[in-house]
């Protein structure tokens, strides 16, 4: 499986912005897709996932009523649409297919099986 993300840029805070992601190659048996983010010095880590079947969303605390990832299944593409956008949203965020969710609702990143190149977005006060 091959993602390809793209939509990053610069935007105020208070803002919104929209990542896509298009998923290529064998993704017939992708179950979840979704976002993670990694800031300068810090981990790599989750943001959002949707069931690729039922379309479930799980959102980390930290996005959570502020961003809502979407999918179209027909087209492979998972969409992230971030608004209100603060300055500790900049990151890199990289897309991301076939995570676990863990029974304490963690998705670590060592759970993804496949990455796409990350894309920037940098909100600026």
């Known amino acids: 499986v091959q993602l390809q993300a793209s939509g990053g840029g610069l935007v105020q805070t208070g803002g919104s912005l929209r990542l896509s992601c298009v998923a290529s190659?064998?993704?017939?048996?992708?179950?979840?897709m979704g976002w993670f983010r990694q800031a300068p010095g810090t981990e790599r880590v989750f943001v959002a996932v949707?069931?690729?079947?039922?379309?479930?969303?799980y959102y980390s605390d930290t996005v959570k009523g502020r961003f809502t990832i979407s999918r179209d299944s027909a087209k492979n593409t998972v969409d992230l649409q971030m608004t209100n956008l603060k300055s500790e949203d900049t990151a890199v965020y990289y897309c991301?297919?076939?995570?676990?969710?863990?029974?304490?609702?963690?998705?670590?990143?060592?759970?993804?099986?496949?990455w796409g190149k990350g894309t920037q977005v940098t909100v600026s006060s």
């Open positions: 190659g064998r993704t017939s048996s992708t179950y979840n």
């Open positions: 991301a297919a076939d995570m676990v969710i863990t029974s304490d609702y963690d998705v670590p990143s060592t759970s993804v099986d496949y």
């Open positions: 949707i069931n690729w079947s039922s379309g479930a969303t």
